[in-house]
């Protein structure tokens, strides 16, 4: 798996702090530990998951619920390319593309959009939307 470093050069306190919510998330699938993951989230909050053009509705447990901790391989989710982040007060929306992989070879990639909410001075995951296709080359 390619190691990838997002630039955070210019992004202010708020957009780091998203953004590290957000692969503190990520890192939880390679960890295998669902508890790093719910404590990016609030449980309730939405997702909708895009499975070959058909949406999946979920809550953010149920993303989490979805992983296959117990895979046999090693797995993991990691932002491939530079995010788009936007803060408002205390709402934020960062756009991530993403690479998914199993045993270091991609499986599948496409764009995460998370929804944050500040609650009590820290950021939470409060919705998702994403996508996943096979580029070119996966199998």
Known sequence: MPAHIVDTTGLSADE???????????????????????AQILPDGGATLLRDGTPIY???AGVIARIPFDHPKEISEVISAQPTILV????????????????????HSGT????FAKQDGRWLVSGVADNAHKPSGCQ
């Not at 709402?91 to 070879?105: Q, R, S, V």
């Not at 995460?112 to 929804?115: A, E, G, K, L, Y």
């Open 112 to 115: 995460d959009i998370w929804s």
């Open 16 to 38: 780091r702090a998203v953004l590290a919510v957000a692969e503190a998330f990520l890192r939880g699938i390679g960890a295998r530990d669902p508890e790093l993951m719910r």
């Open 88 to 107: 408002d007060r205390n709402i934020a929306m960062a756009w991530t593309p993403y690479e998914f992989y199993i045993d270091g070879k991609m499986t």
């Open 58 to 60: 979920t809550t953010l």
